[in-house]
């Protein structure tokens, strides 16, 4: 693999799917319905879905899962793994992305068949959920974590999850793992932000940092997807028939999105301390990412109490690693360190 490790030497190398689960909050199931479906590019096999219902207050909070095939009573249950969405877009669009005749880009795809049980949610005012009218800042994105697992927990079995979050959604993964730790199996934050120091894309949202005080929406219409994409000079690590297609999805819920995560991103950073994250943990970035500064990672992964962690570049690669051209070395490298066998004490 072409990118640059920062690892724990004395970690043993990644080969082995591990069993794993999750402990209990505060949710409800309103309602499911399943599918079986064949439309991602390149899919051999099926692959089954699944709808739930959780519910924050008054907030009703979309859940959508995917595995190879549907649970079966009597059958070992599966490792999870639950996916994290970022400020701009919602859960499927950022996970379950089609992207017709251009190759697989749904991770949960991807991760369904390796063998994982894949849960994602649509924070509090994105997407499918509804909107208790608030920013869905990083603290009410943990709360509603906190309220999806007992939907999870119930449906799998499994006290604990791996989680996975990306961009602001590593923020909000860390902080649930912060919150909860007993919940939390391993954690890949990819993209992720501690401090934001020197980080040129947090310089420049800071600028709007008023509007994002007074405003719990901001606009994230079809030029502002297609920034996402270009703002690290790195456009051409990118398809751009990926990029109209998250937009086609993701204008379907409108033209605007919670500002929540950038007024945080932008005044309240740091929103993690990376001495209270128990868990193992991969931070995961492109090489081209202005969301954060090497260093600014490396203070939080040198704080980070638990032995068995990783830092790794992927090269040619910008903010969004998920969509990048090399996205087959994020799900190499995610892959491998949740596939970990348990270290010797």
Partial sequence: MASS????????????????????????????????????AGADAPIW??????????????????????????????????LVHGSSNSARTSFDLMVPDKGEYSLMNVFARYGYDVWTMDHDGYGHSGSSGNNSDIASSVEDLKSAMPVVVQETGQPKAHFYGTSSGAIRAAGFAQAQPESVDRLVLAAFTYKGTGAPTLRDRAKQVEFYRTHNRRLRDRAMIRSIFTRDNLASSYDPAMVEAMADEELKFGTEVPTGTYLDMTANLPLVDPSKVLAPVLMIRGDHDGISTLEDLFEFYRALPNGDRQLISLPNTAHSLGFAKNRHLLWYAVHAFLAAPAATI
């Fill in 5 to 40: 490790f920062f690892t724990n030497p004395a970690l043993p190398r990644r080969a082995l799917l591990k069993a794993a689960g999750m402990a209990a909050g505060s949710g409800v199931i309103l309602g499911s319905r399943s599918t079986t479906e064949t439309k991602a």
């Fill in 49 to 82: 879905s699944n709808e739930y219902w959780a519910k924050k207050g008054d907030v009703r909070l979309n859940l959508w899962r995917k595995r190879s095939a549907a649970p079966q009573p009597g059958k070992p249950p599966l490792p999870v793994l639950f």
